[in-house]
């Protein structure tokens, strides 16, 4: 156990006896202190845990969260599992600085088969241990959840088994590629000829009418080189201004640093990120201003970026008022890729909720096509592999309501020491099959990167 994780099984123990009854949790009582580091949260994190874990790293703030092991679990499957997940959510009235963390499959109409098996399409847990650290601060505030009536020995020895690893289930490196991708089986990994038949089904489909866009998506199997301390210290590093992300469950981590915030709700206030329409970076200020005035100047990423405007707007509608966003969209520059971006606030209307916006919103035009119902048929039936969490939601809900869910893009799912990447391109009237492929490329990129000893997340 690495001495941090020590400090903290101390200071709960120590602090037991004076536990408190757990607000909304019957039979449980809750420890909370602060304890004095600088250090970021990342080192508690290890490829080979054994207990559900969940991380979040929110750009603006600075803030870092950790959640260890599963006090309260909801799960579960269906066409209305995020109706199903807000209303058992809502009927737990929990502390209001106690941390619900988790998130949506892409697709809840499809069961998760492939590397996602024992996923279910909504995962929702409360964890034991709770760890918040904010920026620019040297403490870390936490909370501890157990049953009334343990001992300070039972508390100890449950605090450690949060912390504990598995080194048995570590696999050595496999050197090939066939080795690396037979070890994470999910389906179809494009190739070029692939991905242009794919592209072309596509194509024909709005061509006809039936779609006026669809977004696909491709899978590319890779080694893992670094630590998981060390990847997402890449990731939040390399990537400030998106959400940095993880989360272990069934033996599968999924971790990204996603550009995209699905909602945000604050006080009653809800913020949605538009983001669709990409181009990448340029290698002098000169090229990246060309390319910024060119992404801007396109007519086929402005059309596809106002349909996911129009999207988010229209149904914000249903539940929630003042709503307000610029006419035009500004370029949102991340370190190898730049998009249309449109912020999106609104109020939410009385006895509304966080979920009843992600209900509305999950999926959005930006990961799923338009019309929605018709662009996923068409993923399901043509796309030729399990997205599972790819391309779905995850966050976290605190008792009050408040929370933020980030859109998974620019995002893996690690089974140690094999990665499998994702990355996916908006298809319009007019898209060029080597121009997606590339984006795609791009997109692949920071985790890439990310996996590899040596790698640079601002290669661009």
Known sequence: MIEDAQMIVDAVVSAWGSAQAAEGLPGWCAVRCELPTSRSLTRFLDWQARQPIAFFAHPETGEQMLGFG????????????EGETHRQLREMSIAADLRWFGGFAFDPTTSLTGIWSGWPQAIWFLPKLTLVREADTAEVRLIYLDHVGQSPSEVKRALCALFATDASDAVSHTAGGTAVADAMENGLVHDLSAWQTYLEQSLKEIDEGRLAKVVIARQQPQRVETTLMETMDRLISGYRDSHAFAMHWHKLWFLGASPEQLVRAESGTLAVDCLAGSMA??????EDEALAAALFASEKNRNEHQAVVQFVTDRLKLISQEIEWPDVPTVKRLANVQHLFTPVRAKLNDGKHILDAVSLLHPTPAVGGVPRADALSFIRTHEGWERGYYAGAFGFMDGAGDGVLTVTLRSAAVRYPTAML????????????????????????????????????NVQ
């Open 422 to 457: 994702f990355a996916g391109c908006g298809i319009v009237a007019g898209s060029n099959v080597d121009e997606e492929w590339k984006e795609t490329q791009m997109k692949l990129l920071p985790m890439r990167m990310a996996f590899q000893q040596g790698g640079d997340t």
């Open 281 to 286: 970076r340029g290698r002098t200020l000169h």
């Open 70 to 81: 599963a006090a309260q679990v909801i799960a579960g499957d269906g066409a209305d599992v």
